[in-house]
C-alpha cells in the first residue's frame, strides 16, 4: 500500500489544511491577477442588484430592517461554522438580488429568514466542500424552524430567479484575488463585513468597494501590500467610477470607528451562539402553516427554541 503513496508531505491536521487551502492563490503574477481582475469587471454589473435598489429599500424601512437583519445571521453564522467568505458574501449577493427583483413589499419577517436561510444553504453549497445541513443552520439566530422540505422550494424560487447564475462578483472576490500580498488580511475582512451591514454601500460596485477598503486600511497598516500590484488596479477601473471611488473613500474615512463597532457587535450578546448548557432543545410550540404570497409554501412559525437547564 505505501509503494501507492506519491513522496508528499501530508497535512495531517484539519487546521494545517484548512489554512493552507485558504492561503493558495491560482493568481500568482501580475498579469494573471490583471486578467482575472478584467473578466470579474466585466461580470459583476450582471450580479448587482437592479437599478434603484438602495432608493427602494431606504423607501422601505421594513425591508431595509429584515436586510439588516439577515446580513447579521449571515456573518453570524459564517463564524459560528466557520464558512468561507465567499459563502458570506455570495449569499449577501444572492439576498439583494432576490429582493431587488421580487421587491418583497408585504412580506412578513418570518419570510425574509426563509430566504436568508435559502441564500446561505445554496452559498453554502457553491463554496463549501462541507455544507451544514439545513437544520444545523437553524441552530441559532432564527426565530423560526423551517422544514427541510419547504426550504428547498425556497431554494428553488431562489435559483429560478437568480436565472441560476451563482458565480456572483463582490468586492471579496477582488480581495481574494490577492489575498496572498495582503497583510493584516483580518483588518480587510472586518471592514468588507461591516460595510456589508450597511445598505448605504449598496451604491457603489463592488471593485469600487473593494479598492476603497484597501485603500482606507493602507493608511493605518502601511503597507498593507507587500508591493504595488494592487493599488496598480485603480488604473482599471473604469473612469465613469473614479468619481464613485473618491465617494466611497471618504464615507469610508471612519474606518476605524466602522471597525470598532463592528467588533463589539460581534462581541456583543446576539453573536454568542454558544449554548448555556452542552445540549441545545429545540422544541415546537406551535404549529401554523401559511402562504408566502408567491407560493404556497408552507412553514412552522414560532418553533421556540429553548436550551436546556443545567
Known amino acids: 500500500m505505501e509503494s501507492l ?111 436568508s436561510i435559502a441564500c446561505l444553504s445554496v452559498a453554502s453549497k457553491f463554496h463549501e466542500t462541507s455544507p451544514p445541513q439545513l437544520l444545523e443552520l437553524q441552530m441559532e439566530g432564527v426565530e423560526h424552524l423551517f422544514e427541510s422540505t419547504m426550504i ?3 431554494e428553488l424560487t431562489l435559483l429560478e430567479t437568480l436565472g441560476w447564475r451563482l458565480n456572483s462578483t463582490t468586492p471579496y472576490s477582488y480581495i481574494e484575488l490577492f489575498q496572498w500580498r495582503i497583510n493584516s488580511l483580518k483588518s480587510v475582512n472586518d471592514l468588507l463585513l461591516r460595510i456589508l451591514l450597511d445598505a448605504k454601500f449598496l451604491e457603489f460596485r463592488p471593485c469600487v468597494i473593494a479598492q476603497s477598503v484597501v485603500t482606507c486600511i493602507s493608511e493605518d497598516l502601511s503597507p498593507l501590500i507587500d508591493d504595488s500590484c494592487f493599488n496598480n488596479f485603480t488604473r482599471l477601473i473604469p473612469q465613469d467610477q473614479k468619481d464613485g471611488l473618491s465617494k466611497c473613500q471618504r464615507m469610508m474615512m471612519n474606518k476605524q470607528l466602522l471597525i470598532e463597532e463592528f467588533q463589539e457587535l460581534i462581541t456583543s450578546e446576539v453573536f454568542n451562539y454558544g449554548p448555556s448548557s452542552p445540549v441545545t432543545v429545540l422544541t415546537m410550540e406551535q404549529h401554523d402553516l401559511c402562504d408566502i404570497p408567491q407560493g404556497d409554501i408552507n412553514y412552522i412559525s414560532n418553533a421556540n427554541k429553548r436550551k436546556r437547564e443545567r
Open 5 to 115: 503513496l506519491c513522496d508528499e508531505i501530508w497535512l495531517e491536521k484539519e487546521e494545517e489544511l484548512k489554512n493552507a487551502v485558504e492561503n493558495s492563490c491560482f493568481f500568482k503574477s501580475k498579469e494573471d491577477c490583471e486578467e482575472a481582475f478584467e473578466i470579474l469587471l466585466n461580470k459583476e454589473i450582471s450580479y448587482m442588484p437592479k437599478i434603484g435598489y438602495l432608493k427602494f429599500i431606504k423607501e422601505n424601512c421594513s425591508i431595509e430592517n429584515a436586510r439588516f437583519k439577515a446580513i447579521h445571521w449571515l456573518i453570524k453564522s459564517q463564524r459560528r461554522w466557520n464558512l468561507s467568505f465567499g459563502t458570506v458574501f455570495g449569499a449577501a449577493s444572492y439576498l439583494d438580488q432576490f429582493i431587488s427583483l421580487n421587491k418583497c413589499q408585504g412580506w412578513k419577517y418570518w419570510m425574509f429568514e426563509l430566504l
Open 152 to 154: 428547498q422550494r425556497m
